[in-house]
């Protein structure tokens, strides 16, 4: 049974202001493309198909045709909401799109059923565990304690997860592939993922051991946690230039008999590349430097003249169209740690930030017990419904 792995397709999102829509529909075509040559028997897409809960018309249309071609040549899809994700969303339409091989997760209510197929060497199942959040589940346990079934409840991301699984009951003897989307211990970020409370989201990896691959979603780099089988398939496109120097790759597994599961990437090829150039105005602006690059790209440049360009951003779009940002590196930025105290800011969790405010406010830090309540609110308030 071979499968292609994908995840964080974030449809419908936009970069520094410049839509990505031709570039996502381009490089799901080629995605379709590997599926076929690769002659995958399903793809699964491990969370954030959109950028956002409620995605524009023109992100539901790329999707839409997307399934529809991995459905006409008889590929299966399996698929989960992620933390971008409207879940309900998501969910609908899950029991006529399986008709045609599409299995999407439903919303989390205490029970998730594996998908189960059957190849030469025996059953293989397929677990969709969409992005889980622990307040979801201490509803589920909530509503069952209500009815005489007493439970611990819930208190982690750790905890919520395992309480999921171990409910799954997953039979070992047999192969099991997970689809699920959460940010594992150890994973490295970049600045286009979204920071929830700091080090509270995380999940240790051992809690997936049941499984013979794990398709996760949530982190934008390509990369696997502890094995081979344990892996973030990342963006199919570069969404930060953090991610500039990055392959992206979609994952390929082919699982044979238990215990022999096969893990390789295949390279992706985007419409536009995601880059940073460096140099002075005239080193960037001569025609030995950009001739034989494309200079559609989607480009970052750092200017290393000392004194600004007058209307430089537009100046370099001449040759640049697609210029996303333009920075100075020079003698007065490297003195300067205003922007760096931003960007610190800009990448703390909402708890280390009211941690700070808290200790201005009573010249104290917060409790253990404060922190926690802080953290059930802050769910509390990203569980609601949009």
């Not at 973030?232 to 008999?257: D, H, M, N």
């Given at each position: 049974?071979?499968?292609?792995?994908?995840?964080?397709?974030?449809?419908?999102?936009?970069?520094?202001?410049?839509?990505?829509?031709?570039?996502?529909?381009?490089?799901?075509?080629?995605?379709?493309?590997?599926?076929?040559?690769?002659?995958?028997?399903?793809?699964?897409?491990?969370?954030?198909?959109?950028?956002?809960?409620?995605?524009?018309?023109?992100?539901?249309?790329?999707?839409?045709?997307?399934?529809?071609?991995?459905?006409?040549?008889?590929?299966?899809?399996?698929?989960?909401?992620g933390n971008h994700d409207s879940a309900e969303r998501i969910a609908f339409g899950a029991q006529l799109m399986s008709g045609r091989g599409v299995y999407v997760s439903p919303v989390y209510d205490g029970l998730i059923k594996p998908v189960t197929l059957t190849?030469?060497?025996?059953?293989?199942?397929?677990?969709?565990?969409?992005?889980?959040?622990?307040?979801?589940?201490?509803?589920?346990?909530?509503?069952?304690?209500?009815?005489?079934?007493?439970?611990?409840?819930?208190?982690?991301?750790?905890?919520?997860?395992?309480?999921?699984?171990?409910?799954?009951?997953?039979?070992?003897?047999?192969?099991?592939?997970?689809?699920?989307?959460?940010?594992?211990?150890?994973?490295?970020?970049?600045?286009?993922?979204?920071?929830?409370?700091?080090?509270?989201?995380?999940?240790?990896?051992?809690?997936?051991?049941?499984?013979?691959?794990?398709?996760?979603?949530?982190?934008?780099?390509?990369?696997?946690?502890?094995?081979?089988?344990?892996?973030?398939?990342?963006?199919?496109?570069?969404?930060?230039?953090?991610?500039?120097?990055?392959?992206?790759?979609?994952?390929?597994?082919?699982?044979?008999?238990?215990?022999?599961?096969?893990?390789?990437?295949?390279?992706?090829?985007?419409?536009?590349?995601?880059?940073?150039?460096?140099?002075?105005?005239?080193?960037?602006?001569?025609?030995?430097?950009?001739?034989?690059?494309?200079?559609?790209?989607?480009?970052?440049?750092?200017?290393?003249?000392?004194?600004?360009?007058?209307?430089?951003?537009?100046?370099?779009?001449?040759?640049?169209?697609?210029?996303?940002?333009?920075?100075?590196?020079?003698?007065?930025?490297?003195?300067?740690?205003?922007?760096?105290?931003v960007e610190a800011v800009e990448r703390k969790s909402e708890l280390e930030l009211f941690e700070e405010f808290y200790q201005l406010q009573n010249n104290q830090p917060m409790s253990t017990e404060q922190k926690t309540y802080f953290t059930h609110l802050l769910?509390?308030?990203?569980?609601?419904?949009?």
């Amino acid at each position: 049974m071979k499968f292609l792995h994908i995840s964080d397709l974030h449809l419908g999102k936009r970069v520094n202001e410049f839509s990505m829509t031709e570039d996502q529909r381009y490089i799901l075509s080629q995605i379709h493309s590997i599926a076929e040559c690769e002659a995958v028997d399903a793809v699964i897409i491990s969370g954030d198909i959109y950028d956002k809960p409620v995605p524009s018309a023109e992100a539901v249309q790329i999707f839409d045709q997307f399934l529809t071609a991995l459905a006409d040549c008889k590929k299966r899809v399996f698929l989960i909401s992620g933390n971008h994700d409207s879940a309900e969303r998501i969910a609908f339409g899950a029991q006529l799109m399986s008709g045609r091989g599409v299995y999407v997760s439903p919303v989390y209510d205490g029970l998730i059923k594996p998908v189960t197929l059957t190849d030469e060497y025996g059953e293989l199942s397929v677990y969709l565990l969409p992005f889980i959040r622990p307040a979801a589940v201490r509803r589920i346990v909530e509503k069952e304690a209500e009815q005489g079934q007493e439970q611990h409840l819930p208190e982690s991301y750790q905890e919520a997860v395992e309480f999921v699984i171990n409910r799954m009951q997953v039979d070992r003897e047999k192969r099991n592939i997970l689809a699920v989307h959460q940010f594992v211990t150890g994973a490295r970020r970049c600045e286009s993922e979204e920071i929830v409370v700091g080090g509270l989201d995380n999940v240790d990896m051992e809690v997936f051991d049941a499984f013979d691959y794990v398709a996760l979603g949530h982190i934008h780099s390509p990369q696997f946690i502890g094995r081979e089988t344990v892996r973030y398939s990342g963006t199919p496109l570069k969404y930060s230039f953090s991610e500039a120097e990055q392959e992206k790759s979609v994952t390929i597994v082919e699982c044979r008999e238990k215990g022999q599961t096969q893990v390789y990437t295949v390279p992706l090829h985007p419409l536009r590349d995601l880059r940073v150039i460096k140099g002075t105005y005239l080193e960037l602006t001569a025609r030995s430097f950009y001739q034989d690059m494309n200079t559609e790209d989607y480009i970052k440049v750092i200017l290393t003249d000392e004194e600004d360009i007058p209307d430089g951003i537009q100046k370099l779009r001449i040759i640049y169209p697609n210029l996303m940002q333009l920075s100075y590196d020079n003698s007065r930025t490297r003195q300067d740690r205003t922007i760096a105290a931003v960007e610190a800011v800009e990448r703390k969790s909402e708890l280390e930030l009211f941690e700070e405010f808290y200790q201005l406010q009573n010249n104290q830090p917060m409790s253990t017990e404060q922190k926690t309540y802080f953290t059930h609110l802050l769910e509390g308030i990203r569980s609601l419904p949009l």
